[in-house]
């Protein structure tokens, strides 16, 4: 089973509206066409990951369902996908709510703004997502990570000719790109000292990772990437300026999905960074301070 599937189907479904021209419904039914196959892929393969076994008192999770290719083995970079529970509930947040905001897209926009444009722009921020989410290699997740802060900067600048919404995305753009950065920076880090960039084999380095005198440095440098993604404090401040975008963009980005990012990237890499002072305090902290 080709699981890269899940992320090809919208990026070539960009091209779908392009060619299906300015007519309203057909417009949506090309942009939800490529999402909507995906999705039905991704349910189809749902209950696979569903179904754990209990042994003892402990739950052991279904096998993950993997696709690799060979990229740039000299660096540790493959293009290596993973669909396990966690991407699982992702995917499916992207896809189903990427489809309600196509539809309300549709009905949204005036006869003027380009939907179009707007349709092809929302399937290819959708591909980068599922690429981070889906992503079974750390370098391949931090190339999809700015893809996503690429993609949002074409979109919440959509209203080009709205200086706010030029002042937005140029804000958003260099908040996230900035946090891209330190993510880059921490995953170097940590892929060096576990020895690889690949998921199991640096959460099977946990130990090693905690014990390392890089490990506070590294921690620091992710969670900036988490932080700045997901406008927790002290870099909450570009959110609001974003909210100039088209409503139906502020609905998937801003809502429900790449604000999302954060969340994601602490819950995927929890198994190697937590259980630490340094996590505690950090990561607790901060969602403290951002909630009052």
């Known amino acids: 089973m080709n699981l890269g599937l899940i992320i090809i189907l919208p990026l070539l479904g960009a091209a779908l509206p392009l060619i299906a021209g300015q007519t309203r419904r057909r417009c949506a039914l090309a942009a939800a066409s490529a999402p909507l196959l995906a999705l039905l892929w991704t349910l189809a393969q749902a209950p696979h990951l569903l179904t754990g076994k209990v042994l003892t008192d402990e739950l052991l999770a279904a096998e993950p369902l993997r696709a690799s290719w060979s990229w740039l083995p000299q660096l540790g970079l493959n293009i290596s996908f993973r669909l396990d529970g966690l991407a699982l509930l992702f995917v499916l947040l992207i896809l189903g709510i990427g489809l309600l905001v196509i539809l309300y897209a549709r009905y949204y926009l005036s006869a003027a703004d380009s939907l179009p444009r707007l349709y092809a722009l929302l399937l290819l921020f959708m591909s980068a997502m599922l690429g981070v989410v889906t992503a079974d290699n750390l370098l391949l997740l931090c190339v999809f990570w700015e893809l996503t802060s690429l993609t949002s900067f074409l979109l919440i600048g959509y209203w080009s000719q709205h200086s706010d919404a030029r002042r937005g995305a140029r804000l958003a753009l260099s908040v996230t790109g900035a946090g891209g950065l330190s993510l880059l920076a921490g995953v170097l880090i940590l892929g060096n000292i576990a020895g690889s960039f690949d998921l199991d084999k640096v959460f099977a380095a946990r130990a090693i990772i905690q014990q390392h005198a890089l490990y506070?440095?590294?921690?620091?440098?992710?969670?900036?990437?988490?932080?700045?993604?997901?406008?927790?404090?002290?870099?909450?401040f570009w959110l609001p300026h974003a909210m100039a975008a088209p409503t139906p963009v502020s609905a998937y980005l801003h809502s429900a999905t790449m604000v999302k990012l954060g969340v994601f990237l602490l819950a995927r890499l929890y198994p190697v960074l937590a259980g630490s002072d340094y996590w505690f305090y950090s990561v607790a902290g901060t969602g403290l301070i951002t909630l009052l």
């Open 216 to 236: 506070p440095c590294a921690l620091l440098l992710i969670l900036l990437g988490a932080f700045t993604k997901s406008a927790q404090f002290p870099f909450y």
